[in-house]
């Protein structure tokens, strides 16, 4: 009777035995969750070390209260109107993360000069590599485009289309209907369009705002706008600079940085103690 007590229990014993590899087995090749890294926060972008020849500019372009005022968050879509030499870059692609989505976007320059064709032309070729290397993301998450080459499958996904002092140039390069229907295509139902402008004086003569200057005004920049299916939501005052008369004869270019112009030592210190240009903050609503 004992013996067979004792040969049932080593059987138990046995079975077990052979069913608890198997378990730890599992536990040992069960694939190991990976957490998401957490996303930085804006102090730590903007004191990314691959922003050292951005942030003198930070005092007068305020990028965290520009992006808090155009109701941009992390995981958002957001198109980046003429990027340029990636200086919102640098801020948005880590700012999104990794559940974020940055677009690059140029006009449509097909039909222009040879000159412009080349400056402006082949976004989707030339930037994403630039832009890789200015945030350390890879290539593939930085799509970019120019409008005539746009997928239609992105209409209707965009959350966000930021454009920052680029609007004289849409206004002088004959490219303002085209650009803002094809981005009014592109927003969500609820997505909104923020733009950043160099502001003219109310009362400035139609010639100085032209775009030639770098200037417009702001009733102008509202009403071409909103012709073309957007409503103005809010202003902000976030990047006024009360200082700039914006008469300057070389335009928006005679400020800092570029100081175009400025001749003497004189006209520089002048140009300097005025710092970057007075500027419109503008946040759109698409309509339907």
Known sequence: MFRRAVLAASALIGAGALMLPAAATQAQTAPAVTKPAPAPSMAQILADPRRKDD????????????????????????????????????????????????????????????????????????????????????????????????????????????????????????????????????????GLLGIEQHRAKPGAPAARTIGNDGYLRERDVIAMVEAHGFELVAKSEVNANPRDPANHPEGVWMLPPFLRGAKTDADRARMTAIGESDRMTLLFRKRP
């Open 55 to 190: 942030t003198a500019r930070d005092k007068y372009r305020h990028p965290a209260q520009t992006l808090a005022f155009f109701r941009v968050k992390p995981g958002m879509t957001v198109v980046d109107y003429m990027p340029s030499g990636g200086w919102w870059t640098r801020i948005l692609v880590p700012y999104l993360g990794e559940n974020g989505h940055y677009i690059g976007l140029n006009p449509d320059v097909s039909k222009d000069g040879e000159q412009t064709r080349n400056f402006l032309g082949g976004l989707a070729n030339s930037f994403p590599a630039k832009a890789a290397e200015y945030t350390g993301v890879p290539v593939e998450r930085l799509p970019a485009y120019n409008t005539d080459g746009l997928p239609a499958a992105l209409n209707g996904t965009v959350d966000r289309v930021l454009i920052f002092r680029e609007m004289h140039n849409l206004w002088r390069g004959n490219w303002m209907r085209r650009e803002l229907l094809a981005i009014h295509g592109l927003l969500k139902p609820d």
